[in-house]
């Protein structure tokens, strides 16, 4: 499924594509490696395809491996979620579903070998004082006073730890590397903390638990990854991950290769500040449409081939190219839901029209093509009858100059049916519209009217066969670019409170056999997605997925 853009850079496949040309590399092997701590967001959707991709496209294996060091944090419904959007995005790993779990007794007896080979101790230092013995960006770290235990007393200490004799935190296992080093992560760190927490995949057997820095680099070298990529912020820790692999015997040697994470504007990509949002109940579940999460992207309406486009057009870079433009992600949706979403009418704001000069049970249907481009799409049956709803933008009283849409006395044309002007209004006591009374002009249908020109369009629905829906308006869910650009402010601060506004609508009567996740263009309004969970209720719910205007679009016609 992946294909190569010439024009968005990927610095990484390229490397790769050099390795084997000069036969410095085999069979490519890469790995996903989410934490089972929450769904999986923007950011990771970057990362699946960036993965998958380079191994689909050298003819490789990607596996799936959940990072499950630590049980505290997570969860199966996690684990289910994360398989399932992988899935959906249109990626398939090889062999079954990996853990690190899968390799605890391993990475113990590993951590036995340095324990044996004078590069571990266990340390009774607490967090606190770990801390302060660690020294700073500036100042050495100091060993710790338990650093030159011998080996019979680490060995002795490491399995009691593991059989749960000791609490959290009392001690733990670090690496005896050079608490003077440069590079902070260099400075003896830890390998086991104590954990007594029930863990999803291995039950309560284990009461230690690895770090990420212990079980990751030893993980991709027993399942034989080729290329383990990662992004930026891991490039301070390469050379403790390749530090473990010279000093293990383990099978093979993976590289370590670091890009650019994504960062977009509006959007956060933090799990635990997404996390929060869940929590204090202002978003509706990580699926909440607003939510930067791939599930949530997808319950608003957008396809596994536009987060796939979108991917493809940032590019993978070593350099911070700071914030995406949220519009680019507009644009790729937008862009594959004008070629294969099915056309429909759908009156947001619904005001009454009644046509004067049609018998009451007149009624017309019209056959409207599904899609103007596409000969594949079944066609519509739209009817026409004496009353109809129209949209209240589409109507002014005292209209300005420039607004070709109904207004008293003016004339518009109903998308695909007759001209019809508006002759009076009709309003309740408290001076709001009732109703407008129209009439039609019936030699209309098709072509132009004699004598005049009628520039306006609307859309509109049959009040006799209208579909009652209801529909969702989501909008970015911050209102400032970098929401948490501030590290002393509440990010909650910046949140929009015009994120989602809420219409009972009238669609036309195609809209009625909407199936879960199907996508239409609501003609002149925008392309909306009919909600995945409301829609198996029984309850027609679409969400605005992205309007019509693309403005990335003009941003490329202009450079």
């Given at each position: ?89 249109g990626f398939e790993w090889a062999g079954s579903v990996r853990y690190a779990s899968d390799y605890f007794e391993q990475l113990y007896a590993w951590a036995q070998h340095l324990v044996r080979e004078g590069k571990a101790y266990v340390d009774d230092l607490s967090p606190d004082e770990m801390r302060e013995y660690r020294g700073t960006l500036t100042e050495p770290g ?418």
């Amino acid at each position: 499924m992946s294909s190569e853009n010439a024009s968005a850079p990927n610095f990484i496949r390229n490397q790769i594509r050099d390795e084997i040309d000069a036969g410095r590399a085999g069979k490519v092997v890469t790995r996903f490696p989410p934490e089972p701590n929450g769904f999986l967001h923007v950011g990771h959707a970057k990362s699946i395809c960036l993965n998958f991709g380079l191994a689909e496209q050298f003819g490789g294996d990607c596996h799936l491996r959940f990072d499950d060091t630590n049980p505290a944090k997570e969860e199966q419904a996690y684990i289910d979620a994360i398989k399932e959007d992988v899935s959906w995005l249109g990626f398939e790993w090889a062999g079954s579903v990996r853990y690190a779990s899968d390799y605890f007794e391993q990475l113990y007896a590993w951590a036995q070998h340095l324990v044996r080979e004078g590069k571990a101790y266990v340390d009774d230092l607490s967090p606190d004082e770990m801390r302060e013995y660690r020294g700073t960006l500036t100042e050495p770290g100091r060993p710790s006073p338990w650093r030159e235990r011998s080996v019979e007393e680490n060995l002795d200490l490491l399995e009691r730890m593991r059989a749960g004799e000791f609490n959290e935190g009392e001690k733990v296992l670090r690496a005896k590397i050079d608490m003077a080093s440069p590079n902070i992560n260099l400075r003896d760190p830890i390998l086991y903390r104590i954990r007594h927490a029930h863990h999803h995949q291995t039950g309560d057997k284990w009461k230690i638990y690895p770090s990420y820095d212990f079980a990751h680099g030893q993980s991709d070298a027993i399942e034989g990854v080729t290329h383990s990529i990662c992004t930026l912020e891991f490039e301070d820790h390469r050379p403790l991950y390749e530090w473990f692999l010279d000093n293990l015997p383990v099978p093979a040697k993976p590289r370590q290769i670091e890009f650019a994470r994504l960062n977009m504007n509006y959007t956060l990509t933090s799990k635990r500040k997404l996390k929060l949002l869940v929590d204090e109940g202002i978003v509706d579940g990580w699926d909440d449409p607003r939510m930067p999460t791939i599930s949530g992207m997808r319950r608003r309406g957008y396809t596994p081939a536009s987060i796939r486009k979108f991917c493809e057009m940032i590019g993978v870079t070593r350099a911070d190219g700071g914030l995406v433009d949220i519009a680019m992600l507009y644009h790729a949706i937008r862009s594959d839901l004008e070629d294969n979403a099915p056309r429909a009418m759908s009156v947001l704001n619904p005001v009454k029209v009644v046509l004067t000069n049609v018998a009451e049970e007149h009624e017309e249907v019209y056959e409207v093509p599904g899609h103007p481009a596409r000969d594949d799409m079944p066609v519509r049956r739209v009817p026409f009858t004496r009353e109809l709803y129209i949209d209240q933008d589409d109507f002014m009283e005292e209209p300005p100059k420039k607004f070709f849409r109904l207004a008293p006395g003016k004339e518009v044309r109903l998308r695909n049916s007759y001209v019809i002007r508006c002759d009076e209004v009709v309003k309740d006591a408290a001076g709001g519209i009732e109703e407008l009374r129209c009439s039609v002009d019936f030699d209309t249908l098709g072509k132009n009217p004699e004598g005049r020109k009628v520039k306006g369009v609307i859309h509109w629905v049959s009040a006799t066969h209208a579909v009652p829906m209801e529909v969702r308006l989501y909008d970015n869910l911050f209102l400032v670019e970098q929401p948490d650009k501030d590290k002393d402010a509440d990010f909650l601060e910046h949140l929009n409170p015009e994120s989602l506004k809420v219409c009972q609508a009238m669609g036309e009567p195609s809209l009625a056999d909407a199936t879960p996740e199907s996508r239409f263009q609501f003609e002149r309004v925008g392309y909306f997605c009919a909600d995945r969970h409301a829609c198996r209720d029984g309850k027609l719910v679409f969400n605005r997925t992205v309007g019509l205007k693309d403005s990335w679009a003009k941003i490329q016609k202009k450079g």
